[in-house]
């Protein structure tokens, strides 16, 4: 038995725990990351990440090496949708053409890349910055002391077990939830659930597609929803076929065989299934289909994030996304609170931002799950794509928010405002360097006038200071005004004009957000 103590236990190293294990390092927090399995993702589980994610990543000088590893999928961004894959195509359309940034939202756009090798670029920098990751090691228990968490851990490999305290513990454990069943915290499930059997299989499709190429395929047989998706590997593919858990379908290499050749409507076809990860016996996984968010994302000294606290249907490519923000929410929170800058209080912000969203977030991945296993080439959302990717809103102590604000669960980043709660508008400030490039491990002042650049100078062991030339408009305020723009790219107060006394202002701003 050894002991040892980390500010923040990690339990899950997908991109979610990868991601705060990497946004924590750089704010001077070193916390240790555990994962059962023995590595990254081997198979990619998502493939696009949107422009909101690559923003984040940009701002910590990523995004080079992020696009350095587009997927060899990537000139395919097409979604089909047909009775069979031999069957006419009852439509067929970009997928990312019709949620691409307009010109002047964002400083960046889509990337695709396999979440495998998301994983990998972020566990190395992540390391780089001194976080501390074991894989092979997995959470055996946990308990909630006086002075902390006391976890009981043990390496997979070697089968022993050693004990770990930390004062924070995160479950970034996916959707199997492995730390929230064992808080007890229950979850809020959407209405449209549905289960669906995932294998790979191998097989020549040239004849069937013709010059024809797409990045996901919705398909009618063997049963509605049914999907099929290519690997990397040229003649590697995915199928996914809704079934009934509760049912008594076998799925026998035969069976699986007999159902690719039905939803690609070869009868004859020549098929091998192999296993999704080399090694593995079983070569077939189960899939919940629909949605459902935690009814909390805190428990005294442990957090929920990622699967592990929501889950939303792949359509609209939410999910990793929406785990990539709530961590980046949730580090510099963590952070300032271990660094004694902030108040516990201040923790409590996260599920009071994050748990919304998700809740949004599931209704808008519902609609779109909804439309395409209908077969619509045309997505009728209530909420459209580019205004729930950049245009969510946050309201809680950590934000000042003002008395003439609108409120409502989202905002149309179209329509620039720089208001409270909302993500910081882009706005080009360089030769390629975007006021959302500013937003990354600290507070930032965005200063109009010398008075509050003065004032933010006096707190530069809290604030950077930036001057204001240039997005003043974007940003709502007049030539002597100043905007607070918080680590995670989220305005948390302005001033349209001057002040009496900006440095007595500006503290008073920072002890309110930060709930000192």
Known sequence: MTTDHTPVLIVGGGVTGLSLALFLARQGIRPLLVERHPSTAIMPKARAFNPRSLEVYRALGLEDEIRAHTSLLADFPEMIGAETLAGAERFRFDLLAQVRPPEGVSPTDWALIDQDDLERILRAEAVRHGAEIRF?????????????????????????????????????????????????????????????????????????????????????????????????????????????????????????????????????????????????????SSVQIGGWVAHRYRDGRVFLAGDAAHVVPPSGSYGANTGIADAHNLAWKLAAVVNGQAGDALLDTYEAERRPVAETTLRVALDLLHNRHAGSAEDIQRIDDITMIFGYRYASAAVLTEPTDPGGAVADPRESSGRPGLRAPHVWIGDQVSTIDLYADSFVLLAGSDEWADAGAKLSDEVVVHGFDGALDAYGIKGDGAVLVRPDGFVAWRSVGASADPESELREVLAAVLAR
Not at 184 to 204: K, R, S
Not at 211 to 225: K, Q, S, T, V
Not at 246 to 272: F, H, N, S
């Open 136 to 284: 092979g090691t997995e959470l055996v228990s946990f308990e909630t002391t006086d002075e902390g968490i006391r976890a009981a851990l043990r390496d997979v490999e070697q089968d022993v077990e050693y004990a770990v305290r930390a004062d924070y513990l995160a479950g970034a454990d996916g959707h199997r939830a492995g730390v929230r069943h064992e808080l007890g915290i229950g979850a809020e499930a959407a209405t449209e659930l549905g289960h669906a059997m995932h294998f790979v299989f191998e097989a020549d499709l040239s004849e069937v597609l013709g010059d024809r190429r797409f990045l996901l395929a919705y398909l009618d047989r063997p049963r509605p929803g049914t999907v099929i998706a290519p690997l990397q590997q040229v003649g590697r593919w995915m199928l996914g076929v809704p079934y009934d858990p509760d049912g008594d379908e076998v799925w026998t290499d035969e069976r699986c065989i007999e159902l690719v050749r039905q939803a690609t409507g070869v009868p004859d076809l020549d098929v091998k299934i192999v296993p999704m990860v080399p090694g593995w016996t079983h070569k077939v």
